[in-house]
């Protein structure tokens, strides 16, 4: 898969709906009604990270719900590409880029998400090809108003910023041309997971679907 491929079909992806949850999961045994919740209430891409021992079999439950379009974020090595996409992810997220880890991904025909914090960062991802990026860790890395900044040198590049992104300011980013979705937490808050709320988490999902 060519970088080109890859945002393409990243493209298409940000394009289902104006947020991804970003999940972290510890019990993969919630994992298939948590999708579910979430895809019936209107968000059907899923990041899950590799940051627990039960990610992968997460992954592999959520793969199997219906409309439900499944990724692995926190990609750090080859390794992480090779297992996510084994265990049944259809894109990956990573919160920087190096030449390893691209080169991998396009081998697994993977397509990549790959993190970008300066105007740097993402005029190497896009000397390479990447044309569609994340935007991480979107506050601390000024906000909006320096995303808004780093478009106006840079209209080619579409971004999906997470990290620090909430209801209260997602719209913030939503409102910028060069957003074409964002990725946050707060729509599978832990207490809501770990009690099996799923009522709820969808209300969550519906309400982040909204956004426009």
């Known amino acids: 898969m060519t970088p080109q491929e890859a945002s393409l079909k990243s493209a298409e992806i940000c394009q289902l709906a104006p947020v991804v949850p970003v999940l972290v999961i510890d019990d993969a045994s919630k994992a298939r009604n948590l999708a579910e919740a979430l895809v019936s209430g209107g968000l059907p891409a899923l990041e899950i990270t590799l940051r627990t021992p039960a990610a992968l079999d997460a992954i592999r439950e959520m793969s199997k719900v219906e409309g439900g379009v499944v990724g692995a974020g926190t990609l750090l090595t080859p390794e992480d590409v090779l297992a996510a996409k084994e265990a049944g992810a259809l894109f990956g997220v990573s919160p920087g880029a190096t030449d390893r880890l691209l080169d991998a991904c ?30 991480f860790p979107a506050e601390a890395a000024g906000g909006a108003l320096a995303l808004k900044a780093i478009g106006a040198p840079l209209p080619q590049i579409k971004f999906c910023p997470t990290g620090g992104v909430s209801l209260a300011n997602a719209m913030d980013y939503l409102s910028l041309p060069n957003t074409l979705c964002v990725g946050g937490s707060w729509i599978a808050p832990k207490d809501k997971v770990i009690a099996g709320d799923w009522d709820g988490i969808r209300e969550l999902a519906s309400a982040a679907a909204a956004l426009k």
């Open 106 to 135: 396009e081998d697994a025909d993977l397509p990549l998400l790959p993190g970008a914090a300066t105007a740097t960062e993402a005029m190497r991802l896009l000397e390479r090809g990447y044309t569609v990026q994340k935007f």
